[in-house]
Structure formats: C-alpha cells, structure tokens
C-alpha cells in the first residue's frame, strides 16, 4: 500500500513588511458575534478536539448541530496559537510564487502523522475569512494577488485591469480623461506609455523584460506600427 504526501499551506503576500499578525486576528475574533463565519465541518468533535481541556460530554453545539459562539470562538483562539507557533517552527517551510510567500508542512497520509505545523495550518480554514485576513492571510491564492482577494500591499498588475474595466466599464462615454488616467494607471506596474518613443518603449520592454512581444501571436496585435516606424527613422 502507497502514501500519499498531505501538505498544509497558507499564504501571504511576498511584498509584506511586517509578519502575520496574530495579536491583531485575536483582537477581532473577540469581535465576531456571527458563529456560521466558522467553516467546521463537525464542530462538536472538532471543537472538543481543539479544546482538550474541555469535558468530553461538554455541549459545545446547540440543538441544531451549530457550534456554539463562546466554544467556537476559543478554538479559534486555539486555532490562532498553534498557528502561531507553527510558523515560527521548523517543522514549517516556505517558497516565494507568483508574488505569493506560501507557508507550507506537511505529512504521510499514512505511516506517520502530518506535523503539528501541518495540523495547525488546515485547522486555519476554520477560522472566520475576516480573521485570516486581519492577520495578513490570503485565503485563496489560486487567484492572482489583486484586493479584490484581501491584498493590501502593492498594486498588482491584476488590480490596474481591474481599475481600468470599472473606470471605463461604469462611464458611459469615453473621451480625452481616458487618455490621461489610463496611461498614469499602467504607470504603476510598468513604464508609464508616452513617457517616450513608441520605438523606444518597444525596446524598453523587451529589455526590461528579456522577451520580445512581437514573438507573441497575442501581444504583437497591440505593438504598434509605429513603434518600428520609428526605429526605422533613428
């Protein structure tokens, strides 16, 4: 019989100055008064699992099978310690992706048990999404590091397409303002179009990014020709 691996992980944006911030996650799941912003599965047994301190026939649910606020909020407390000490262990490791630092640990699905850092790292989801944001998580980083997925460092290439659709998506009529907003927004992630020779700026890009876009079926349609009009005059 094969084992599988089974990894834990959890994110941050690899821009972040400052570490997650536990203190600030505990702060604001003492505000949380909503108990369904928990994601358990089975709280009853996960709830006394994260307790152990707890009376085994505790009532931690109510007769509904919803966890009960108080409980869910100190296995969250709980959650957020072991989170804690996991990222400042050596059981945890990280790697850098797609403008992502992505904690992760792991374990056999059999054979050996997950680290404790693993654990502590699926025990995250459970928490309320505002929660793992305050502290500096992004849930989910199978989605490009953009605000709309809690990001609250640089803008991000995603963030200027986003920024342009609304600004033109919401105007009903589009005149010489686009003109001057939109080449300020592509400034922020890339060199500010009209700050040179369209043949420069080619030549710019292509350094900068060690890749000729005219090699690109897709980019090569919004090279203009002037850009090779102008090479031509210098």
Same mark, same amino acid.
């Given at each position: 019989?094969?084992?599988?691996?089974?990894? *834990?992980?959890?994110?941050v944006?690899?821009?972040?100055?400052?570490?997650?911030?536990?203190?600030?996650?505990? +702060?604001?799941?003492?505000? $949380?008064?909503?108990?369904?912003?928990?994601?358990?599965?089975?709280?009853?047994?996960? $709830?006394?699992?994260?307790?152990?301190?707890?009376? =085994?026939?505790?009532?931690?649910?109510?007769?509904?099978?919803?966890?009960i606020? *108080?409980?869910?909020? +100190?296995? !969250?407390?709980?959650?957020?310690?072991?989170?804690?000490?996991?990222?400042?262990?050596?059981?945890?490791? @990280?790697?850098? &992706?797609? #403008?992502?630092?992505?904690?992760?640990?792991?374990?056999?699905?059999?054979?050996?048990?997950?680290?404790v850092?693993?654990?502590?790292?699926?025990?995250?989801?459970?928490?309320?999404?505002?929660?793992?944001?305050?502290?500096? @998580?992004i849930?989910?980083?199978?989605?490009?590091?953009?605000?709309?997925?809690?990001? =609250?460092?640089?803008?991000?290439?995603?963030? $200027?397409?986003?920024?342009?659709?609304? !600004?033109?998506?919401?105007?009903?009529?589009?005149?010489?303002?686009? +003109?001057?907003? $939109?080449?300020?927004?592509? #400034?922020?992630?890339?060199?500010?179009?009209?700050?040179?020779?369209?043949?420069?700026?080619l030549?710019?890009?292509?350094?900068?990014?060690? @890749?000729?876009?005219?090699?690109?079926? @897709?980019?090569?349609?919004? &090279?203009?020709?002037?850009?090779?009009?102008?090479?031509?005059?210098?």
């Amino acid at each position: 019989m094969s084992s599988a691996m089974l990894i *834990g992980t959890l994110a941050v944006p690899a821009d972040r100055i400052q570490p997650p911030d536990f203190d600030r996650g505990r +702060q604001l799941l003492e505000e $949380i008064d909503d108990v369904s912003q928990f994601s358990f599965d089975d709280p009853a047994n996960e $709830i006394l699992d994260l307790l152990p301190e707890l009376d =085994p026939e505790a009532q931690v649910v109510d007769e509904h099978g919803q966890p009960i606020l *108080g409980y869910a909020r +100190q296995a !969250g407390f709980a959650i957020i310690d072991s989170l804690e000490e996991a990222l400042a262990s050596s059981k945890t490791s @990280f790697l850098v &992706v797609a #403008g992502y630092e992505i904690y992760f640990s792991a374990g056999r699905s059999w054979g050996g048990a997950p680290t404790v850092a693993a654990d502590a790292m699926w025990n995250a989801d459970k928490l309320p999404e505002p929660v793992l944001l305050a502290m500096g @998580f992004i849930p989910d980083y199978s989605k490009p590091l953009a605000r709309k997925n809690g990001n =609250p460092g640089h803008v991000t290439d995603t963030d $200027i397409v986003d920024a342009i659709a609304l !600004g033109m998506g919401t105007k009903p009529d589009w005149g010489s303002d686009e +003109q001057v907003w $939109i080449p300020e927004l592509i #400034g922020a992630v890339r060199q500010q179009p009209g700050s040179t020779t369209p043949a420069q700026y080619l030549r710019e890009f292509t350094e900068r990014y060690e @890749f000729d876009p005219t090699t690109s079926n @897709f980019l090569t349609q919004y &090279v203009s020709r002037e850009a090779d009009a102008d090479d031509d005059q210098e």
